[in-house]
């Protein structure tokens, strides 16, 4: 485990929190609207940390073959579908007895169990909306021993310079689909261009690992991590200016890079800081915090109006977040880690 990178998992699943409960929701697109909005970037982070850890952890120990393919599956299965499931369920619960509603298709429940959902257009937000980003992990997770084959041991000519064209592709569609109504999920939803910032994460474990003996930076390793936190900062914050095609697709490429690399080497001042275990424990749930979030929030609303109760706007955003934690710990500590330990000893060998 690299334990500021643990601990930035909670950072950007509280930022994608605060784009589901925004404080300032009458101020559109004001400025602070624009703060909050904003958090949904922290999937792209998500994304890119992923194929980041995922190299790290399993590279090459599959070249090596001291894990098999199908190890790295189960675990991808173990780590994801308990939660995905008990969401799924609890989305249901509440769009039949307060929504009333039901999964008229079973089609569309299909697909989300099955995790294709965001391959459809229309279909992404079904159910436990941001399952989506786990339909598109579940892509990249399909992919990541042909990627490594392919791309990282082999170094195919005709593997990199696809990855180079999809890059350029979506740079392209960035430009063109402004202010297009398909811009939002060909940019932001598609798997087959999100892969883009997974193997964004992947090369850059690869050049980090390649290159942190050579970097000059004795005793400098502070000054990359205030310069990155800045650099995330500043596009964060100006991207109000730029179009929202190109801040769900290549906006954040660099600086989120700059700051998954510089925490990778955690020897500085911050990451000291983000060691400590409050962080830590609180990335280690974010996946809970991320699955479970938005449909605390809706419960929180529905809570509040069967009481009766009139708080305000700021208010029912401390509450969603306080439950939303206890919510994810809870998930985490007694239904994501005994059922990953289960199936994992269940199905690997």
């Known amino acids: 485990m690299i334990k500021p990178l643990t601990s930035l998992r909670f950072v950007f699943a509280f930022l994608v929190f605060m784009s589901h409960k925004n404080l300032f929701p009458h101020e559109a697109p004001g400025f602070l609207w624009h703060i909050f909005r904003e958090g949904y ?13 995922l190299a790290y952890t399993y590279q090459q120990r599959l070249i090596s073959g001291t894990v098999t393919v ?3 599956y189960v675990a991808r299965i173990a780590r994801i579908y308990p939660l995905h499931l008990l969401a799924l369920l609890v989305s249901l619960f509440l769009l039949r007895f307060f929504a009333h509603s039901s999964a008229s298709d079973f089609g569309e429940l299909a697909l989300n169990i099955l995790l294709l959902q965001s391959f459809i257009p229309g279909q992404e937000f079904l159910f436990n909306s941001v399952s989506w980003s786990l ?3 579940a892509f990249f997770y399909a992919l990541f ?3 490594i084959f392919s791309t990282f041991r082999n170094r195919r000519r005709e593997a990199q310079a696809m990855w180079v064209g999809l890059g350029l592709a979506i740079v392209l569609s960035a430009y063109l689909l402004r202010n297009n109504l398909w811009e939002h999920w060909t940019l932001y939803i598609n798997p087959l261009f ?3 910032d997974f193997v964004l994460g992947i090369a850059l474990y690869n050049l980090c690992h390649r290159w942190e003996s050579y970097l000059p930076l004795q005793g400098r390793y502070t000054q990359l991590e205030w310069l990155a936190l800045l650099l995330i900062i500043v596009a964060y914050c100006t991207a109000f200016f730029i179009p929202v095609s190109f801040r769900r697709s290549v906006w954040y490429w660099l600086p989120m890079g700059l700051l ?5 080497f955690h020897r500085g001042a911050l990451s000291r800081l983000l060691s400590h275990p409050v962080c830590v424990k609180l990335g280690e749930i974010s996946f809970a915090f991320y699955l479970f979030h938005y449909l605390v929030i809706q419960c929180v609303k529905i809570g509040l109006r069967h009481l009766h109760l009139e708080v305000s706007l ?6 969603a977040l306080a439950v939303s934690i206890a919510t994810a710990y809870i998930a985490h500590q007694y239904i994501e880690q005994p059922l ?7 199905f690997s060998s």
């Open 145 to 147: 021993p042909v990627i």
């Open 314 to 319: 700021t208010i029912e955003f401390f509450i």
């Open 194 to 196: 999100r892969i883009f």
């Open 340 to 346: 990953n330990r289960l199936i994992r000893k269940r």
């Open 135 to 137: 339909s598109d992990e």
């Open 260 to 264: 998954i690399a510089s925490f990778y």
């Open 41 to 53: 970037a922290g999937v792209s982070f998500f994304f890119m940390l992923s194929g980041f850890i």
């Open 70 to 72: 199908r190890s790295f």
